[in-house]
């Protein structure tokens, strides 16, 4: 069971963002390969088999039960603080709990909603490109920012946000859109962090160090 959970996961079908780089590859090393000979191919050859792991898309299944908030993404808990949202998505200055993930450049970079929710502002904003486990990413990073209304009306945020080797942010979400927890709606190239600000008054049940499956492991309950 353990064994073939582990293929699934390491043979799942790429995201669509990384079919440039595959098909580039497979390119590369038929061309290369003809033309210049077997070091060209063999680098080729590793670049997309890299491609294909790094942009695995395996299905999850989320838990259904109401009122859950999952993980934006797979990765390790690099934070779990009281922090202003950004600024740029209009959700005041009071402080809410923030869980920071760190996606390292082996973990599936996929991300996926954490609750039921209307996107009701999507804002992007540029910045550096420091190692995504420090703190100051989240601030001083290049991000991309998702405010996401509740059904019973209250705010929450999903930030994406670029590191030290990631240089690309994809978000296929836009604004009015109605997601489902566990939906799709971006990915983040070759290492990145996610940022999940919950709504007022609801605490984490995570712990920094603890690593996340996402769509799957539960981060918090809105009636907690």
């Known amino acids: 069971m353990a064994i073939g959970r582990s293929l699934r ?13 595959i098909y580039g590859g497979v390119a590369v090393a038929v061309l290369g390969g003809w033309l210049l000979g077997g070091w060209l191919f063999q680098l080729a050859l590793l670049f997309t088999l890299f491609c ?6 395996p ?20 934070g779990v603080t009281q922090a202003v949202p950004p600024e740029e998505l209009g959700l005041g200055p009071q402080p809410r709990w923030r869980v920071a993930i760190f996606l390292s450049v082996l973990d599936v970079h996929v991300n996926r909603v954490p609750v039921d929710a209307v996107v009701t502002r999507i804002a992007y904003r540029p910045g550096k490109y420091l190692n995504a486990s420090l703190d100051k990413a989240s601030v001083d990073n290049e ?40 939906d799709r709606f971006g990915i983040i190239r070759f290492g990145s962090r996610t940022d999940v600000y919950l709504p007022d008054g609801v605490a984490p049940l995570v712990a920094e160090g603890q690593t996340m499956i996402g769509g799957e492991t539960v981060i918090a309950e809105l009636a907690s």
């Open 9 to 21: 996961l390491v043979l799942a079908p790429p995201h669509p963002a990384g079919r440039p780089f």
């Open 143 to 182: 991000r991309n920012a998702l405010a996401l209304r509740l059904p019973d009306g209250r705010d929450m945020a999903v930030v994406q946000i670029a590191g030290l080797i990631a240089r690309r942010i994809l978000c296929d979400a836009k604004e009015g859109d109605r997601l489902v927890a566990g």
């Open 52 to 57: 294909l792991y790094f942009f695995r898309d």
């Open 59 to 78: 299905t999850r299944v989320p838990p259904r039960r109401p009122g859950l908030v999952l993980a934006p993404a797979d990765g390790r808990i690099v």
